[in-house]
């Protein structure tokens, strides 16, 4: 037997149907039933345990551009992708590096921020395309949040990110 969502019951329709005539039996109420139903197991065991987590807000882009399309990429808070070489908002970002690939290591890629003024800019660069796409990917899905100041490296064949070394200056003095 089974009832439908408005009451009507229908007596095990399988037995009804098992001779050459074949038969259904249901009632249909007056008026549409309802009923509450609870549902519980014969013993239950809960367990808990502490975890850590990091939300990563994911926020509306009002807009995208190419590099050609705005003014200046100081007047505005921007993410900027793709290395001076090939976009000229990085290459207004980083000071107009010579030659433009200088500082570049295959196999990574550059997260850094840029401040100017009140306005933020963001480069994500790499050595090759495919080394600022890896930087990228991993910047959408928050796999930088943990690192402290405004820079960092994307390992691209791992993913990994970490800090970059300082390296001091080692002219001596006269």
Do not use: H, W
């Amino acid at each position: 037997d089974f009832s439908t969502e408005y009451g009507a019951i229908i007596y095990d329709p399988e037995t009804g149907l098992e001779d050459d005539f074949g038969y259904i039996k249901f009632s249909l109420p007056s008026e549409k039933v309802t009923f509450d139903l609870a549902i519980s197991a014969e013993s239950a065991t809960t367990s808990s345990s502490s975890v850590t987590t990091q939300v990563v807000t994911q926020i509306e882009v009002g807009v995208a551009k190419l590099a050609s399309e705005v003014a200046d990429i100081i007047a505005v808070n921007a993410i900027v992708i793709g290395g001076p070489c090939a976009n000229s908002a990085a290459a207004t970002l980083m000071g107009n590096p010579s030659p433009c690939y200088a500082g570049f290591t295959e196999g990574e890629a550059t997260v850094k921020l840029y401040e100017n003024g009140g306005n933020v800019a963001m480069l994500i660069a790499g050595a090759t395309g495919d080394d600022t796409r890896t930087a990228a990917k991993v910047v959408a899905n928050g796999g930088i949040s943990a690192i402290d100041g405004t820079e960092a490296v994307v390992t691209t064949l791992t993913e990994t990110v970490t800090v970059p070394t300082v390296v001091e200056d080692e002219t001596p003095e006269e």
